[in-house]
């Protein structure tokens, strides 16, 4: 009960003169989210420079493998001993990662060195939002988030940009060098402003659940990167063996944390609805997020013929509608303190500009691609913010850490599935209609299909989850209610 009241008492010292360290903050959480896109632009010239084609995909898995599985971990553990430690922590592993990969002399090297980066930005998200929470009250939390949001959308965006820009003016490497000047003031913000409090304590950490978390999730990451290549398919053996044992695993998993003492990933949580239809929201929302920022730029690429640094422009109206969303999502919570309204008006707006990019062709005005993009940024936003406050609060106060990192984590492996899917689909269809209508129209028919097909889906499953969402009212469980008694959170 004891553990159940720090939060509250976080809140108080670090809301006074948080304008520098809420940059602080803001500023980890833009560089998890650029490093995630600034180098897909630059990867075709790492490419040509260090060779090693066949491990093009490995590049962006390595980072996404170690990444996906510390999440979880820096959330629990910060809960436990503290938010000051485990960010610092993240941050410097995160700086040493990025400098040994822009001085990478080799393929192999650059992805062992993409594993290290990935370990210290599993810190940078989950932690980012839990420390927004512990420094706002809730009156503020909605505007706060939707601010947050949008600095979610422009790293988005912001990423295919400057990797297109650094790769075209520069070098390559500079996508990872250009982290450091950003971290260095991050880490001196952070340790000279973010106050030291103490977490909830408790026993010894929960070794086993680690052990098995990371090997589910490295066999499911290695399965879903394995479909497309080389001819494997969903059926063929490099793909559906770590996938199957991927699942093993993750059953192995939760039976592990129902017995551990300190579990990763708390499993009474979940039966939590609101909690549960987040995460879920979370996972198939990033099928939509994805479909635009990794599809749209490649169409302007290979179907209209742009620089990467062009290309990066021409996707800054899915950004704007991103930020408008996001900002006018949290100013509404924060005047209606209600965040379910926002959150189902979303889905439809995402449905309507998918369907219109079905359009597509290498000849699409650019005006009308810029409607279009508008209407599924107007969509996302809400999805980046509204998600984000209904997790929080969908939780006692000592478990804000693990849910804004489980948010992370379902959104992370929600888009390795959707780009899964969709990667082999789009070459498919690229393929195919090439030698009908000429490369560049075969990549607009391939964007024209993969586009409508993710973003749709993954807004149609999600709509349907948060229908069904409860409450939705920006309010606090009870600080008192028992750790392992999920009922009062079940009020929001």
């Known amino acids: 009960m004891t553990a159940m009241t720090t939060a509250p008492a976080e809140a108080e010292p670090r809301t006074r003169g948080s304008g520098l360290l809420l940059f602080g903050v803001v500023g980890g959480m833009f560089l998890a989210m650029l490093d995630q896109t600034i180098v897909g632009t630059a990867l075709p010239r790492i490419v040509t420079e260090l ?18 599985i510390t999440v979880p971990l820096y959330g629990r553990l910060s809960d436990i001993y503290g938010r000051k430690p485990l960010l610092i922590i993240g ?35 989950p932690l980012s939002l839990a420390l927004v929470a512990d420094m706002f009250p809730p009156d503020k939390s909605g505007r706060v988030q939707g601010v947050l949001g949008g600095i979610m959308a422009a790293s988005y965006i912001a990423g295919p940009f400057l990797g297109g820009f650094f790769t075209d003016h520069a070098s390559w490497r500079w996508a990872f060098y250009v982290n450091l000047p950003i971290g260095i003031v991050l880490l001196a913000i952070i340790a000279t402003r973010l106050p030291r409090v103490a977490g909830s304590g408790g026993g010894r950490p929960d070794y086993l659940g680690i052990a098995v978390f990371t090997a589910a999730i490295t066999l499911l990451l290695v399965g879903l990167t394995e479909n497309g290549l080389d001819g494997n398919t969903w059926t063929s053996a490099r793909v559906a063996g770590p996938l199957i044992a991927a699942v093993v695993l993750f059953g192995a998993f939760v039976l592990v944390e129902l017995r551990a003492q300190q579990p990763i990933m708390p499993m009474h ?40 640094t062009s290309s990066g422009l021409h996707i800054y109206p899915l950004m704007l509608g991103m930020l408008a969303g996001s900002m006018l999502t949290g100013m509404l919570m924060g005047r209606t303190r ?37 209407l599924m940024g107007l969509g996302i936003g809400p999805m980046l913010s509204g998600l984000t406050v209904a997790v929080q609060f969908s939780v006692p106060p000592r478990y804000i850490g693990t849910a804004s990192a489980n948010l992370t984590f379902f959104r992370q492996i929600g888009g390795s599935v959707a780009l899964a899917a969709a990667g082999p689909a789009y070459a498919t269809i690229a393929r195919d209609q090439a030698s009908v209508h000429g490369i560049t129209q075969a990549h607009a028919a391939a964007t024209a299909t993969v586009v409508p097909w993710l973003a749709v889906a993954g807004a149609a499953i999600a709509l349907v989850a948060l229908v069904f969402l409860p409450g939705g009212t920006v309010i606090r469980p009870d600080a008192r209610t028992a750790p392992g008694d999920a009922r009062g959170a079940a009020v929001v």
């Open 51 to 68: 060779g090693g084609a066949g491990l093009y995909t490995w590049v962006v898995t390595a980072y996404l493998l170690t990444s996906t």
């Open 91 to 125: 941050v410097t592993v995160f700086l040493l990662g990025s400098v040994l990969c822009g001085l990478a002399q080799d393929m192999g090297q650059l992805i062992a060195f993409r594993g290290v980066q990935g370990l210290g930005a599993g810190a940078l998200m």
């Open 269 to 308: 949580l979940f039966r939590v609805p609101t909690y549960t239809i987040v995460n879920l929201a979370s996972f198939f929302t990033a099928a939509c997020l994805y479909a635009g920022v990794v599809f749209l730029p490649r169409y302007f690429q290979q179907a209209q013929g742009l620089s990467a």
């Open 338 to 374: 209600r965040y379910k309204p926002w959150l189902i008006a979303g889905p439809f707006l995402i449905a309507v500009g998918a369907v219109l990019c079905s359009g597509l062709t290498a000849g699409t005005s650019t005006w009308a691609l810029t409607g279009w993009m508008v």
